[in-house]
């Protein structure tokens, strides 16, 4: 079939468009089950540059071919892009292992070569039918690219700043498998078989998306997709009767709540707001990580204090406020944390680490990071961190590097463990000091079974093996270390909370 160069010219922008939509898209059906690791990126990269390589090759045969397959080039990735979501669901659901990274590497496979290398193949076959003699094949080579790559940028913004946020990841590869579809099918619509295939991968398309969710235990509050993750708050009632609500984000808890009284159903935001008491009303607050608000709410209605609440994704200062009672007072700054470390020039009399998400993100908890919020503490101020629970064998490598990395920057670190057996079930505050403090001076008391509790009698009197090496923006390690707790606490998620959700009809993404 011969094409008009304006035809072809609209092939490679879907092209450019569809590898990049794909890519962004990828990550985003992984997140709510492996999480948003630079492992999950690293698989997504890897995979999709080996699949454009295999691409280029075919293309590359396939253009010296007397009638190469365009049509089917565009095609295909389209049926691909319709039932995309569904196969990747079903996979997740029946996937068993615990080994996110092997997961990650499978679900890659399956989500991003087949549609990858088709688009990938287009190129070099409309740089061959573009270039009428050798004289032009530099000139459609520079532009065969250029249209690409236009394309790419194009969707890249389009995709990660409405598309996704706005339609969701199921919705949004609808759309794409739409447009890339229609006008080959329109070019196929003498052949009975193409028209079939597309029809009835719509129909598969559209049976994922208009699901609704089933009567159940749980009842969804608020369900929505975007770049800094999935958000989804719901209301989960138990055998017993009582009704707990839980915030995730890609299906890791941020916040859970008793709905009626507001109060945690965690300990570590006693244990905050105990460390936080030795210091007088209206002390100031910096709060990096809001969640759905609980330890803002502690700060301010039990001790008095002024809380400036640094959050990098405007949906959760909606969430906590609207599902999670988050109080007028709290100053809620849209920003990267560390970006408000360094550009801030406001005091504080406290400031806390709470940016746990479904990773940690480790430039904010590199060397220069806590060198940066100590410049911003008035005197006698601290510094906090809640951390996981581990700190020993190997997947306690994390906490013992978040020890040393505190330390290496001047301050005295405790380390506040809360009351949990299981370290799998226990937070640490740590905690970081640059002149003696009394924490018997508290003005809200641990208490267990009703006794108060002294903090220094559950400070850890020694952290072992700290070792030596540092988190530095030079030598972001943390994400490696803390692979073993996280994979643990993931898992925990996806048994108790992840299986819950998907049995009562709510899917791993919108």
């Known amino acids: 079939m011969i094409f008009p160069k304006k035809i072809l010219y609209l092939f490679i922008l879907l092209e450019g468009a569809g590898v990049m939509c794909i890519e962004l898209a990828s ?56 039932i995309l979501p569904m196969v990747t669901k079903e996979f997740f659901r029946l996937a068993e292992s615990d080994n996110f990274i092997l997961l990650a590497v499978i679900s890659s496979l399956i989500i991003i070569p087949l549609p990858v290398v088709f688009l990938a193949a287009i190129p070099p076959v409309a740089i061959k039918i573009l270039s009428a003699n050798e004289n032009e094949s530099g000139n459609s080579t520079g532009k065969v690219y250029a249209l690409s790559t236009a394309g790419g940028i194009f969707s890249a913004l389009l995709t990660g700043f409405f598309l996704l946020p706005d339609l969701g990841i199921s919705k949004c590869l609808f759309l794409a498998g739409m447009i890339s579809g229609l006008l080959p099918l329109f070019l196929f619509r003498k052949k009975t078989l193409p028209v079939i295939i597309f029809l009835i991968s719509i129909m598969l398309s559209g049976s994922g998306i208009l699901k609704k969710q089933l009567k159940g235990s749980v009842r969804i509050l608020h369900y929505s ?38 109060r945690s159903l965690w300990s570590y935001p006693d244990y905050v707001t105990a460390v936080a008491g030795i210091f007088p009303e209206k002390s100031n607050v910096l709060l990096l990580g809001l969640g759905g608000g609980t330890i803002a709410n502690y ?44 550009t801030s020039d406001s005091r504080y009399d406290i400031i806390l680490f709470d940016v746990f998400r479904d990773v940690i993100p480790e430039y904010v908890m590199s060397r220069e990071a806590f060198l940066s919020a100590m410049s911003l503490l008035n005197p006698g101020g601290i510094i906090m ?80 093996s700290p070792g030596t090496a540092v988190i530095t923006d030079d030598l972001p390690c943390l994400d490696l270390s803390n692979y073993l707790a996280s994979s643990v606490w993931r898992s925990e998620y996806i048994r108790g909370h992840t299986s819950l959700l998907s049995q009562n009809g709510i899917p791993l993404f919108r």
């Open 27 to 82: 990550v985003k059906m992984i997140a709510p089950w492996c999480g948003e690791t630079l492992y999950v990126w690293t698989c997504v990269i890897g995979i999709s540059i080996l699949s454009l390589a295999g691409g280029y090759f075919i293309g590359g045969y396939m253009a010296e071919k007397h009638n190469p397959p365009l049509l089917q080039m565009v095609f295909v990735p389209a049926i691909v892009f319709l």
């Open 225 to 262: 997709e975007g770049m800094p993750g999935q958000n989804l708050v719901a209301d989960v009632t138990f055998p017993s009767g009582k009704v707990q609500r839980f915030y995730y984000i890609n299906r890791m808890g941020q916040t859970t709540i008793n709905p009626e009284t507001g």
């Open 299 to 342: 700060l301010e209605n039990y001790l008095d204090m002024k809380v400036t609440a640094v959050e990098i994704d405007p949906r959760a200062d909606e969430i906590a406020k609207r599902f999670f009672g988050l109080s007028k007072n709290t100053r809620v700054i849209i920003d990267d944390a560390r970006h408000y470390l360094q």
């Open 385 to 464: 961190v809640n951390f996981n629970g581990f700190l020993t064998g190997d997947i306690g490598k994390a906490g013992r590097l978040l020890f040393s990395t505190m330390k290496s920057c001047g301050m005295t670190v405790e380390i506040l463990p809360t009351f949990e057996e299981e370290e799998k079930f226990r937070n640490n505050i740590f905690i970081g000091v640059t002149a003696p403090v009394d924490f018997s001076k508290t003005r809200t008391p641990l208490n267990r079974n009703g006794i108060p509790v002294p903090i220094n009698d559950l400070l850890l009197k020694e952290v072992p």
